[in-house]
């Protein structure tokens, strides 16, 4: 199992926004966490990372939405999401470098936004188990 750390990492304007409508309305609902956005656009054209923008609720180049296979909650504010990406099925993965992804809740809302060196060119019919870890402040 490959544990890919955050390089760059943003909580999304979208989600500030339900946390402060949350808060001024006296709601405690919180939507969970239920799925992972997986794109090949986090880095330009001299394989710099690019920086996500929490104002731009989206990947630069979003490929697939997966669900979440089983979260862990380390601390307050940090998580591990794990996911399985089998590319026999997600097969417009094969052959890219996955090197930006989302956190996204039940409400379709792409909580955190992040890019990071990257995962490798993944290989057609193969299963890959990862461990997100990030942390949410």
Request: hydrophobic share 40%; charged share 20%; glycine share 8%.
């Amino acid at each position: 199992m490959a544990v890919v750390e955050s390089k760059y990492i943003v909580r999304t304007n979208a989600h500030r926004k339900k946390i402060a409508d949350n808060c001024a309305t006296g709601s405690q609902q919180v939507t969970k966490f239920t799925h992972v956005v997986l794109g090949d656009g986090g880095k330009n054209s001299s394989g710099e990372l690019k920086v996500p923008n929490g104002a731009v609720p989206n990947l630069f180049n979003q490929l697939v939405k997966l669900p979440i296979t089983r979260m862990e909650r380390v601390s307050d504010f940090e998580y591990i999401v794990h996911l399985t990406v089998d590319t026999s099925v997600q097969t417009q993965l094969v052959g890219k470098d996955i090197n930006e992804r989302g956190i996204v809740d039940s409400a379709g809302t792409i909580a955190v936004l992040e890019t990071f060196p990257g995962f490798g060119v993944l290989q057609a019919n193969k299963t890959y188990e990862y461990a997100i870890r990030f942390t949410v402040i």
